[in-house]
């Protein structure tokens, strides 16, 4: 069975690791990596290749810095090529970026079937660009390779009961992830503080709106006068911050470059609290008993805040005070349940790609 993996973004590499570790142990797979080049920077892309023991892309398309239109363009043109030449069973893709679109049109155009990977997630959000590629992913894949059953819900709400597509749940890769990588956490070159908040800021809704990002900021430093506060910087959040004055000189949030996996690791298990927009944090803060505070107005994890894990605040500075001030308060969390299935996920998806191969 010859499958093709779109990847191009930093949780598409995390996510891939695991599943390629899993096609590694079988000698019924062969796997081609293409690697969009969305994300491109040593710290956003090499070192999850190397840490994690990724097979190096055989393909490279370099396509980023680009608006979405353009760059999912260029993208669906390229991996046509590239599955002319490779001619798959299956191109698997992750999650919800251009790269995860790009990969399933040009797959479905040329009649190879569609795996997808974090399928029937939904924010019920149009505007976010996740949402979008998301839904039209769903759509053409063959397979959804569902995280959750809340997931198989949303996709049955939408009338997939009626589709031709396997849906399964198969647990969440990022569990896997997190298991595996626990014990191999490395501190690095990290230089933390005992006592911290761990931080991260990078979805559109948030860096491309200059009031929400002042608001979000102005709560970080309001905070970090009493409290650590260590951020690792997208890029693109680093650009939006410069572009409203933000003074990184003055402020006592502990900014660092973008750190790898296993460093990441580290810091969510030493940290006291995850304060986030990202997707993939949320679930992780979870896995390594933290609770998060989510600086989104809504979440595709609903499950983490029906259950008290988890609270959306948004972009509101005084909700994000209050919030982490009472937060803080409640230490680490206790829990019993496996929201996201016990680690398996990617022995899963092989076994199922071969199964719905045959
Ligand atoms: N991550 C990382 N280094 C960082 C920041 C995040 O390894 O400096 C990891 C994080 O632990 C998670 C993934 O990247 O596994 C989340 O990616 P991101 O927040 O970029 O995307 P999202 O999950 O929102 O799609």
């Known amino acids: 069975m010859k499958v093709v993996t779109v ?19 079988s000698d019924e797979v062969e ?49 046509e090529v590239v599955l002319l030449e490779e001619n798959p069973d299956w191109v698997l893709v992750y999650g919800d970026t251009n790269s995860t679109l790009a990969g399933a049109i040009a797959a479905t155009k040329l009649h190879i079937k569609v795996a997808h990977v974090e399928a029937g997630l939904r924010s019920f959000n149009m505007k976010m660009p996740e949402e979008v590629n998301r839904i039209l992913t769903d759509r053409v894949s063959n ?26 749940n198969i647990g969440d890769v ?17 230089e933390t503080p005992s006592d911290y908040i761990l931080c991260t800021i990078h979805r559109a809704e948030n860096t491309d709106d200059p009031q929400r990002l002042k608001s979000i900021i102005d709560a970080l430093n309001k905070i970090s006068q009493t409290m650590d506060i260590v951020l690792p910087l997208h890029p693109r959040t680093r650009m939006k911050l410069s572009a409203i004055g933000f003074s990184f000189e003055t402020s006592k949030i502990k900014f660092i470059e973008p750190v790898g996996y296993l460093e990441m690791v580290h810091l969510l298990k030493n940290c006291s609290l995850v304060m986030t927009d990202s997707g993939g944090l949320q679930k992780e803060a ?32 005084n909700k994000i005070v209050n919030e982490v001030e009472s937060r803080l308060k409640s230490g680490d969390l206790e829990k019993s349940d496996y929201l996201y299935g016990r680690g398996n996920a990617g022995e899963k998806i092989l076994e199922k790609l071969l199964e719905f191969n045959s």
């Not at 973004?9 to 590694?24: C, E, H, L, N, T």
């Not at 190397?50 to 097979?55: A, C, D, F, R, V």
């Not at 600086?295 to 805040?305: A, N, Y």
Request: aromatic fraction near 12%.
């Open 7 to 25: 990847i191009g973004a930093r949780p598409q590499f995390i996510k891939a690791a695991v599943v390629s570790r899993a096609f590694q142990k």
């Open 31 to 79: 796997e081609v990596i293409v690697h969009t080049g969305q994300h491109f920077d040593t710290n956003m892309s090499d070192v999850f290749f190397e840490e994690m023991s990724i097979p190096k892309p055989k393909y490279n398309l370099n396509i980023n810095g680009l608006g979405h239109g353009a760059m999912t363009g260029q993208m669906l043109e390229k991996i």
């Open 143 to 168: 397979v959804l390779f569902c995280p959750t059953d809340q997931a198989i819900e949303n996709l049955l709400k939408e009338g997939y009961a009626n589709i031709d597509a396997d849906i399964v």
């Open 174 to 190: 990022m569990q896997d992830a997190a298991i595996f990588y626990s014990s191999k956490a490395k501190i690095g070159n990290l």
């Open 286 to 317: 979870y896995f390594f008993s933290k609770y998060c505070i989510t600086l989104r107005d809504e979440t595709e994890w609903v499950e983490l805040v029906n259950n008290g894990y988890n609270s959306l605040v948004g972009s509101d500075y």
